[in-house]
């Protein structure tokens, strides 16, 4: 089975020396404003090009008590602008949706005592203004050549799109990976029930690997956030990784915890990563018994992947309660919940085909 190395670096949302604290919702929210391809962007990575520092802040409604001097522009936004009057010393105030320029080469003046992690004067009072006023303010050094983002007591050092392109490409690679042992996990996990052989193990195996992708995908979906414009060809591919993989774990929560599947599908979710690494840690949460402990699913999940309609399924479930039963049934007893001579012998059709499929190995 593969393994995945170094797992806190795998899941670390954004990388250890450009974030202070964890990014909430609305930070993610601020992301998206400076992705590749808005206006806003642009115009940073125009000031990278030309070696330019710059301090713009997104005024809330709490920023102006805060400035001193400077002009107004009152005129709307383009990245040209931007970069003209960031020629001059100041900062540039712009509306907090980013489509107007408001003040030019003003002086911030936020609180001295807040405190900060920044050594310059410029990055000093961006993390200062960000959070005495929760505004998102932006910071390039000349020096560093590099773009610090400032939004309430969090910080974020933006990233070129050709490195987040290499980040997400390689974590696309490790989802890849994944996806082909899920696939195996899956397909054993088939076989198994169908020969009344599955265990507990086998089921968590299977949730295990789920759970494992859902946390990599929403790493990709954040490097997405960043890359903006630039991120089409990793969206489609995420896709097409992720496709059908959610709707295999509600079924096979419901083959074996019936009505309590959402219960345990919480149950899995609020799993750090640690922990679900370990198959058994799984097993002992969510059915509190020796992990290789036969067990047998209702039938929901296979029997769904027939041809059977979702009445004659119920009934099948509904009269022998598990999928073994139903596999074991007699001809009279499964004719007297079928109905008729022409629907068992339907019902044995798609069993038999059913197990072929499996057999060979044909994706279902």
Same mark, same amino acid.
């Given at each position: 089975? #593969?393994?995945?190395?170094?797992?806190?670096?795998?899941?670390?949302?954004?990388?250890?020396?450009? *974030?202070?604290?964890?990014?909430?919702?609305?930070?993610?929210?601020?992301? +998206?404003? =400076? &992705?590749?391809?808005?206006?806003?962007?642009?115009?940073?990575?125009?000031?990278?090009? #030309? +070696?330019?520092?710059?301090?713009?802040? *997104?005024?809330?409604?709490? =920023?102006?008590? *805060?400035?001193?001097?400077?002009?107004? =522009?009152?005129? +709307?936004?383009?990245?040209? +602008?931007?970069?003209?009057? &960031?020629?001059?010393?100041? &900062?540039?105030?712009?509306s907090k949706d980013a489509k107007e320029i408001l003040y030019a080469n003003t002086l911030l003046s936020p609180d001295v005592s807040i405190p900060t992690k920044e050594t310059g004067t410029r990055h000093k009072a961006a993390e200062r203004t960000a959070k005495q006023t929760n505004s998102i303010v932006i910071a390039v050094s000349e020096r560093k050549n590099k773009i610090s983002?400032?939004?309430?007591?969090?910080?974020?050092? *933006?990233?070129?799109?050709?490195?987040?392109?290499?980040?997400?490409?390689?974590?696309?690679?490790i989802l890849e990976k994944q996806r082909d042992v899920f696939d195996e996990l899956l397909s054993e996990l088939n076989s198994l029930e169908l020969r009344r052989h599955s265990t507990i193990n086998d089921v968590c195996s299977v949730l295990q690997r789920v759970e494992i992708m859902k946390r990599i995908s929403e790493l990709v979906q954040r490097y997405l956030i960043e890359l903006g414009q630039e991120g089409v060809i990793v969206k489609m591919r995420l896709k097409e990784l992720m496709g059908g993989l959610q709707k295999e774990e509600e079924m096979i929560l419901k083959d074996y915890f019936g009505p309590n599947h959402s219960s345990s599908l919480e149950i899995l979710e609020k799993m750090d990563f640690d922990f679900l690494l370990e198959p058994m840690n799984i097993s002992r949460l969510l059915f509190e018994e020796l992990h290789d402990k036969n067990i047998s699913p209702k039938g929901l999940r296979l029997l769904g992947k027939t041809n059977?309609?979702?009445?004659? =399924?119920?009934?099948?479930?509904?009269?022998?309660?598990?999928?073994s039963t139903i596999l074991g049934a007699s001809n009279e007893e499964l004719l007297e919940v079928l109905g008729s001579e022409s629907m068992l012998s339907f019902f044995r059709e798609e069993i038999y085909n059913l197990k072929e499929k499996i057999n060979l190995g044909k994706g279902l």
């Open positions: 089975m #593969a393994e995945i190395q170094n797992p806190e670096e795998i899941f670390l949302p954004f990388s250890k020396e450009s *974030l202070e604290g964890e990014p909430e919702k609305d930070f993610i929210d601020v992301l +998206k404003m =400076v &992705a590749p391809g808005t206006s806003l962007r642009i115009a940073l990575d125009d000031f990278l090009n #030309a +070696k330019m520092g710059a301090l713009i802040v *997104l005024d809330n409604g709490g =920023v102006e008590p *805060l400035i001193d001097g400077g002009f107004r =522009v009152n005129t +709307k936004f383009s990245a040209q +602008k931007l970069v003209e009057l &960031a020629k001059m010393d100041g &900062a540039i105030i712009l983002l400032f939004y309430g007591n969090s910080s974020y050092q *933006l990233q070129r799109s050709s490195e987040i392109l290499r980040r997400a490409s390689e974590t696309l690679q059977l309609l979702d009445r004659y =399924v119920d009934l099948l479930i509904g009269n022998f309660h598990d999928f």
